[in-house]
């Protein structure tokens, strides 16, 4: 398969896709401002030509931070784009659109993916996909992006999710999750009083979360959220750990990015070196793949202001693109297959 990057940090779609031919499907981040009237530009370049978009920063080995990126895909798969609509209330209603996309593009085994951007209920929208990956053996990674709003085929939508199903016609595909943070120890801490609806968090072990937490990171009374970036919570799923990540504090309890039900297990996690986390990527990358044609990925806005404190994500991103042409987005929450995740790099990968 083949690919294609460009980007323009003025937000300027025609600069950005200069020399782009024949596309089969465009994915493009473009900055809030600009965002409706680069949807229309870009259609207008295109028409017809399949286009999925989100209000977020885009990337190859450098971040653009207020401009736009388009990622393409030129030869070598077949793609179905679309919408599912109202998932702030009712993401199942649409599956028939998904469902007929899917097989529309006749997937085989371990050669599709789902790339996707969400503007609400991330966490529903994925359980709701979650009979299509098992059925299709489909890989999923995608993202919350910025503002509310994203685009399918040149059409902006709000309360949405927009989707790409991409079969790799000359090979397989496979999604990876990287977490920089791991547990401090072996504490467990059970959520209860939780609220679902709120992201809320009330005790942990029968006491106040907010106290609790104080008291095992050391995080200053009046800031607790900003120790998310040292030691978010961890939920323990079986051998996994999914980082969740701290919103708010409400009263004596946290507000947090990701739903927690009581009875949940949750711990501390710390920091671990970057580079070697990269490098152990990279290394199970290499080992599923003879050759990589394409990497598209997504870096929580959390690690990026934690990579840009140590001094930038280039150098992350460098890392990763040893690999092949890499690219993605800064999200505001990361979905891998049916998992939606925090503070997370996740990324799919084309053979």
Do not use: W
């Not at 996309?101 to 209920?121: L, M, Q, W, Y």
């Not at 009083?193 to 104080?214: C, F, H, M």
Request: contains cysteine.
């Amino acid at each position: 398969m083949k690919t294609f990057y460009g980007k323009n940090a003025q937000g300027s779609v025609s600069e950005a896709v200069h020399g782009l031919v024949s596309p089969k499907l465009i994915i493009m981040m473009s900055n809030a401002d600009k965002f409706e009237a680069n949807v229309e530009t870009l259609e207008k370049l295109y028409p017809g030509v399949p286009s999925i978009g989100c209000i977020a920063m885009g990337y190859d080995t450098t971040v653009v931070e207020n401009g736009v990126s388009i990622t393409a895909f030129t030869d070598g798969v077949t793609v179905a784009t679309g919408v599912l609509e109202n998932v702030s209330k009712a993401p199942a209603r649409y599956i028939k659109r998904i469902t007929e996309d899917v097989e529309s593009v006749r997937p085989g085994k371990d050669n599709t993916a789902i790339i996707d951007f969400c503007a609400a209920n991330d966490a529903a929208v994925l359980t709701t996909l979650s009979t299509l990956v098992e059925k299709y053996n489909l890989q999923v990674m995608g993202a919350t992006g910025d503002a509310g709003k994203v685009s399918v085929n040149g059409k902006v939508y709000e309360d949405a999710m927009v989707y790409a199903v991409i079969k790799n016609n000359g090979g397989k595909v496979k999604t990876y999750k990287e977490n920089i943070y791991a547990p401090r120890d072996n504490t467990q801490l059970i959520a209860s009083k939780t609220d679902k609806s709120k992201y809320y968090l009330g005790e942990l072990n029968g006491r106040p979360a907010k106290q609790v937490y104080i008291e095992l990171t050391g995080a200053p009374e009046n800031d607790v959220v900003n120790q998310t970036f040292k030691n978010p919570f961890g939920k323990m799923v079986g051998d996994d750990v999914c980082i969740v990540s701290l919103k708010d504090v409400s009263g004596n309890g946290l507000i947090l990015y990701r739903q927690i039900n009581d009875s949940d297990i949750l711990t501390i996690l710390e920091m671990r070196d970057p580079s070697e986390v990269a490098q152990a990527t990279i290394n199970k990358i290499k080992n599923d793949f003879n050759h990589v044609s394409a990497i598209f990925s997504v870096n929580c806005i959390f690690r990026y202001l934690v990579f840009e404190e140590r001094g930038g994500l280039s150098t992350y991103l460098n890392k990763i693109g040893t690999l092949g042409t890499s690219c993605g987005l800064v999200g505001f929450g990361e979905h891998y297959n049916t998992q939606f995740v925090n503070q997370t790099m996740t990324c799919v990968v084309f053979e």
